[in-house]
Each structure stands twice: as structure tokens, then as C-alpha cells.
């Protein structure tokens, strides 16, 4: 069965997807800390922030589209509590925007920053996985020492993430193929926990089997692997330019707006 | 020379009582081609994982003349590779060169003689090009494929494959017979597929009940019709004809 990949586009070629993932993760990193730190009142200066990661999707041939798709999958939650602030604080407040002057209230200023801070960084989180292959991102965190436990589990879910999906949706055809009429709260309730029970026991034998195929090929609880990674040039320039891009922000542009 | 594998009254019974195998005995050459056949739940799986000592039950099991115990386990999973029945048990890394390069990364080879273990596996399979592929990115017969190299880049004696035909199609399943009768090591296919054992081998294992019902040349105890139909079996058509 062929998926959505999140990381559909990782696999393209371009000077993005070329460049070592240690200095694109680490790029993130302080670029997200920096949005994440900007004040509430700073919606100027985000809309200047954004232009990072669009450039990075922009350049690595990442559809627009799909970075919004993905963002719009995981939004509810952060919608539900932006849109709360309006409620609860009242304030009001009066923003200025170069000619135009309008009345707001602190809670709507409030809710737009958690939007657009929300959207930037799932944008650079979004411009790092599809520009990145997910086991280079890997070796470039167990470079970056993050536990070699942590390491195995997050590559494990990777990879059995998308049979699990397959296996969720044969049951679910299954179930289908023979639900021919409307069943009632309780009995859906029933059968629903009955799919999730057969999916436990076989993601426990899948389990087992991965164990018994770790084993023979000598795995004695020492994760070894080849690293790829290497350092150059243009990480290095990219790395400048980043640092460039977001000082310049942080302390030049950033006392003009407020 | 000692044997690839000898088997001396080896039974195993599941944790509930249910006797699994029972007094097998079984001797393989070095170099040979061993279909293990039978119908479902005969213990097919089961004794393959015990010849990789996956399971502890009575009697002996020597693999290179190596007998199974905790202190021999590394030689013998170095000796012997174990190719399971879905080839999504096996490849468990985010890349296929990940996944070829985990096995004699193990053994403690260098770097450079683990790139060119995979690069020498993944070419004998035909898979050169897609060593950076994530597995989940791979057709069926392609992950088949790769497990079988999995397995390969080690460069064990002996090779055990449990059902490795099923979900294939003919011209894929050809592609996998051609492969298998070119490699040099034993060989040892679980399959209820009689076709698929009777192109590659030599020689033939016929379990039923966890019991060994038939041992001898392939041919012979494929072809003898009412054998093959008392154990949920059929004769196969190159055979019949």
C-alpha cells in the first residue's frame, strides 16, 4: 500500500537536501527557540522570521501545498487554544500597522501570535524532514547525542509506523466487507475494541519476529551503524547564512518594530 | 568433514503443552539443497528456529558441528543465517544499506569491509541501485530480495528460508529460484509450495505433526501422489508431467 509520506520529498535532490543534518537540525533549534521567545505583541517581526523557512522550502522543491497540508493535519489543537484567548482576556489595545490604526483586544493579538508562530515553526520542522532523509537525521542525532535508546525507538517507528497503518486498514476493510447495516453505539463500541485487541497481539508478534531477526544477525544490544555524514563547505555557508539571517533579526530588526 | 546440521531426537513442545516436534532426527551435508515440506502447523517454522537456536527443547542440535548453548550462539548465528517468513520482520533499519551493513557490523568487520559486504549482497540480488531506499519503499518481490541479502552479506554456510515464495508472483518466484540455485551455500526452504521445491531441491524433508514422515530424494517423494495427498499435499506439475 503507498502512503503520504511525510517525508515524500526527502528523497529529491536539491542544495537543501544535500546539506549535512546535523547543521540543518541544529539550525532549527535556535530558530525555533527564536520565534518561540518572541513577544506577544511581536507579529511584525514573525512575518519576517517566515521568510526563512519558505526560502528553505522554496529551494529544496518543497510544494507549498503540502507544507500547508501537513500543518492543517495538526492544527486543531493549537486552533482550539488560539481561539480561546480572545475569550478570556479583553483588553483592549490599539495596533498600528504603517497607515493603518484599528482597536483589537489583547487576546486577539494574543491568538494571531500562537497562530503564526505555530505556523513558522511547523514550517522549518516541515522544511527539515522533507529535505532531510529520516536516517540521516537519525545519525545526525546520535551525533549529536541524543541516547542510543531513544535512537532505536524512533527508528523503529519509522519504520513499522506505516505496516501498522496497512494492518489498521486491511482490518478495517475487513470489517467493511461485512458490516452491512448500521450496528448500534455498543456493539461498534465492541468490535472497534476487538480491531484494536487483534492489532496489539500482532504488533506483539511483529515484535517478537524483528527480536528473533535483530538476534540472528549478532544484535547483542549494541546499536552499530555506519555514519554518512560529513561536514563541507556549503554547511558551513548555509550555517552562516542562518546565523546571518536570524542575528540580524534578533537584534537588529527586532528593536525597530517593537 | 563435519555436517552442515545433525539433529538427534530433537523435540519441542509450546508453552501450553502442545507438542510442536517430536524425536527428530536429521542430517544435512554441506552444499545441499533441502526442501522442508508439509502442510500448516506441521513445524516446519518451528524446527528452522530451532536449527537457529531460537528454541530450547530436548535432544541435540549441532550446526558445523557446533552444539546449540548460549556460549556457541555467535558462531553459529554467524554460521548460520536465518531468512523469516515476512520480509517486514526482517528489514527493521530506516535504509536498505542500513539493514544489509546491521549484520556484519555485528561480526565486527571494518567499515570498508562492511561496504563492500553490502555492496557484493545487494548486487548478487539485484538490488545495487536501492541501497538508499527506505524498505517501505520497496515492492514485495524487491523486499524479499533484500532480505535474502540481509542475510547473504554475512556470508553464512548455511542458509534457512521459511516460506520465502509466498506473495510472489510466477515471474518474480523464477527470479528467486534462479537466485537461490546460484548460491553456493546449504540450503534449507520451509515451503508448502511444491513447484517452488521441487525446482530447487535436491532433496526433500516431509514433516507432518511435528514428525519427520519422509526423508530421501526430492523427486521420489514428490512424485509419489498418495504420500503427498495423506499429508495435505499435492504432487507438483513439473513432476506430473
Same mark, same amino acid.
Given at each position: 500500500?503507498h502512503?503520504a509520506? *511525510?517525508?515524500?520529498?526527502?528523497?529529491q535532490?536539491?542544495?537543501?537536501?544535500r546539506?549535512?543534518?546535523? @547543521?540543518?537540525?541544529i539550525?532549527?533549534?535556535?530558530f525555533t527557540?527564536?520565534?518561540?521567545?518572541?513577544?506577544?505583541t511581536?507579529?511584525? #517581526?514573525?512575518?519576517?522570521?517566515a521568510?526563512?523557512?519558505?526560502t #528553505?522550502?522554496?529551494?529544496?522543491?518543497?510544494?507549498?501545498r503540502?507544507a500547508?497540508?501537513? *500543518?492543517?493535519l495538526?492544527?486543531?489543537?493549537?486552533?482550539?487554544?488560539?481561539?480561546?484567548?480572545?475569550?478570556?482576556?479583553?483588553?483592549? @489595545?490599539?495596533?498600528?500597522?504603517?497607515?493603518? @490604526?484599528?482597536?483589537s483586544?489583547?487576546?486577539?493579538?494574543?491568538?494571531f501570535?500562537?497562530i503564526?508562530k505555530?505556523t513558522?515553526t511547523?514550517?522549518?520542522?516541515?522544511?527539515?524532514v522533507?529535505?532531510?532523509?529520516?536516517n540521516?537525521?537519525?545519525?545526525g542525532?546520535q551525533?549529536?547525542?541524543?541516547?542510543?535508546v531513544?535512537i532505536?525507538?524512533?527508528g523503529?517507528l519509522?519504520?513499522?509506523?506505516?505496516v501498522?497503518?496497512d494492518r489498521a486498514?486491511?482490518?478495517?476493510?475487513?470489517?467493511?466487507g461485512?458490516k452491512?447495516?448500521?450496528l448500534g453505539f455498543?456493539?461498534?463500541?465492541?468490535?472497534?475494541?476487538?480491531?484494536?485487541?487483534?492489532?496489539?497481539?500482532?504488533?506483539?508478534?511483529?515484535?517478537e519476529?524483528i527480536?528473533?531477526?535483530?538476534?540472528?544477525r549478532?544484535f547483542?544490544?549494541?546499536w552499530r551503524?555506519?555514519?554518512k555524514?560529513q *561536514?563541507?563547505?556549503?554547511?558551513?555557508?548555509?550555517?552562516?547564512?542562518?546565523?546571518?539571517?536570524m542575528l540580524?533579526?534578533?537584534?537588529?530588526v527586532r528593536?525597530?518594530?517593537? | /568433514?563435519? $555436517?552442515?546440521?545433525?539433529?538427534d !531426537?530433537?523435540?519441542?513442545?509450546?508453552?501450553? &503443552?502442545t507438542?510442536?516436534?517430536?524425536?527428530?532426527?536429521?542430517?544435512i551435508?554441506?552444499?545441499q539443497?533441502?526442501?522442508?515440506?508439509?502442510?500448516?502447523?506441521a513445524?516446519?517454522?518451528?524446527?528452522?528456529?530451532?536449527m537457529?537456536?531460537f528454541?530450547?527443547?530436548?535432544?541435540?542440535?549441532?550446526i558445523d558441528?557446533l552444539? =546449540?548453548?548460549?556460549?556457541?550462539?555467535?558462531?553459529?548465528?554467524?554460521?548460520?543465517g536465518?531468512?523469516?517468513?515476512?520480509?517486514?520482520?526482517?528489514?527493521?533499519?530506516?535504509?536498505l544499506?542500513?539493514?544489509?551493513?546491521?549484520?556484519?557490523?555485528?561480526?565486527?568487520?571494518?567499515?570498508?569491509?562492511?561496504?563492500?559486504?553490502?555492496a557484493?549482497?545487494?548486487?548478487?540480488?539485484?538490488?545495487?541501485?536501492?541501497?538508499?531506499?527506505?524498505?517501505?519503499?520497496? !515492492?514485495?518481490?524487491?523486499k524479499?530480495a533484500a532480505?535474502?541479502?540481509?542475510?547473504?552479506?554475512?556470508?553464512?554456510?548455511i =542458509?534457512?528460508?521459511?516460506e520465502?515464495?509466498g506473495?510472489?508472483?510466477?515471474?518474480?518466484?523464477n527470479?528467486l529460484? $534462479?537466485?537461490?540455485? &546460484?548460491?553456493?551455500?546449504t540450503?534449507?526452504?520451509?515451503?508448502c509450495? /511444491?513447484n517452488?521445491a521441487a525446482?530447487?531441491?535436491?532433496?526433500?524433508?516431509l514433516?507432518?505433526?511435528?514428525?519427520?514422515v519422509?526423508?530421501?530424494?526430492?523427486?521420489k =517423494? /514428490?512424485?509419489? !501422489?498418495?504420500?503427498m495427498?495423506?499429508?495435505?499435499?499435492?504432487?507438483?506439475?513439473?513432476?506430473?508431467?
Amino acid at each position: 500500500m503507498h502512503h503520504a509520506h *511525510i517525508d515524500k520529498f526527502a528523497y529529491q535532490d536539491s542544495p537543501i537536501h544535500r546539506l549535512d543534518s546535523r @547543521v540543518k537540525f541544529i539550525v532549527l533549534l535556535v530558530f525555533t527557540a527564536l520565534v518561540i521567545s518572541l513577544p506577544r505583541t511581536s507579529l511584525s #517581526i514573525l512575518a519576517c522570521y517566515a521568510v526563512g523557512p519558505f526560502t #528553505i522550502l522554496v529551494l529544496g522543491k518543497i510544494p507549498l501545498r503540502f507544507a500547508f497540508k501537513q *500543518i492543517l493535519l495538526v492544527s486543531p489543537f493549537v486552533l482550539v487554544l488560539a481561539l480561546s484567548c480572545p475569550l478570556y482576556d479583553k483588553t483592549p @489595545v490599539t495596533v498600528a500597522f504603517g497607515p493603518f @490604526v484599528w482597536q483589537s483586544t489583547v487576546g486577539w493579538l494574543r491568538c494571531f501570535t500562537i497562530i503564526g508562530k505555530f505556523t513558522i515553526t511547523m514550517l522549518a520542522l516541515i522544511a527539515l524532514v522533507s529535505t532531510t532523509r529520516f536516517n540521516n537525521l537519525l545519525t545526525g542525532l546520535q551525533w549529536l547525542g541524543l541516547p542510543k535508546v531513544l535512537i532505536i525507538q524512533l527508528g523503529f517507528l519509522y519504520r513499522y509506523i506505516f505496516v501498522l497503518i496497512d494492518r489498521a486498514h486491511h482490518i478495517l476493510r475487513a470489517r467493511a466487507g461485512r458490516k452491512l447495516r448500521s450496528l448500534g453505539f455498543k456493539r461498534e463500541l465492541k468490535t472497534a475494541s476487538a480491531m484494536l485487541g487483534s492489532l496489539f497481539i500482532r504488533s506483539i508478534d511483529t515484535a517478537e519476529h524483528i527480536n528473533i531477526a535483530m538476534q540472528a544477525r549478532g544484535f547483542d544490544g549494541n546499536w552499530r551503524c555506519l555514519s554518512k555524514l560529513q *561536514i563541507r563547505q556549503c554547511d558551513l555557508l548555509f550555517a552562516f547564512i542562518a546565523t546571518f539571517f536570524m542575528l540580524g533579526l534578533h537584534l537588529l530588526v527586532r528593536p525597530v518594530l517593537q | /568433514m563435519p $555436517k552442515a546440521i545433525e539433529i538427534d !531426537s530433537f523435540s519441542y513442545e509450546y508453552p501450553d &503443552g502442545t507438542s510442536a516436534l517430536s524425536e527428530i532426527t536429521l542430517s544435512i551435508k554441506h552444499g545441499q539443497k533441502v526442501a522442508l515440506l508439509g502442510p500448516n502447523g506441521a513445524g516446519k517454522s518451528t524446527l528452522l528456529l530451532a536449527m537457529a537456536g531460537f528454541i530450547k527443547g530436548t535432544g541435540k542440535v549441532l550446526i558445523d558441528a557446533l552444539q =546449540i548453548n548460549r556460549k556457541n550462539l555467535k558462531k553459529i548465528r554467524t554460521c548460520l543465517g536465518c531468512c523469516l517468513e515476512n520480509p517486514d520482520d526482517q528489514l527493521f533499519m530506516p535504509t536498505l544499506f542500513d539493514d544489509v551493513a546491521f549484520g556484519p557490523l555485528n561480526m565486527g568487520l571494518s567499515a570498508e569491509q562492511v561496504k563492500q559486504r553490502v555492496a557484493e549482497a545487494l548486487e548478487t540480488v539485484g538490488l545495487a541501485e536501492m541501497a538508499d531506499k527506505a524498505p517501505h519503499h520497496l !515492492s514485495a518481490s524487491q523486499k524479499r530480495a533484500a532480505a535474502i541479502a540481509t542475510i547473504l552479506s554475512m556470508a553464512p554456510k548455511i =542458509i534457512t528460508l521459511d516460506e520465502p515464495d509466498g506473495s510472489l508472483d510466477p515471474r518474480n518466484r523464477n527470479n528467486l529460484i $534462479k537466485l537461490l540455485r &546460484g548460491l553456493p551455500q546449504t540450503l534449507i526452504i520451509a515451503t508448502c509450495n /511444491m513447484n517452488f521445491a521441487a525446482a530447487l531441491a535436491e532433496r526433500a524433508v516431509l514433516l507432518d505433526k511435528g514428525r519427520i514422515v519422509a526423508d530421501g530424494d526430492a523427486k521420489k =517423494i /514428490m512424485s509419489d !501422489s498418495q504420500l503427498m495427498t495423506e499429508h495435505g499435499l499435492e504432487v507438483p506439475g513439473a513432476i506430473r508431467e
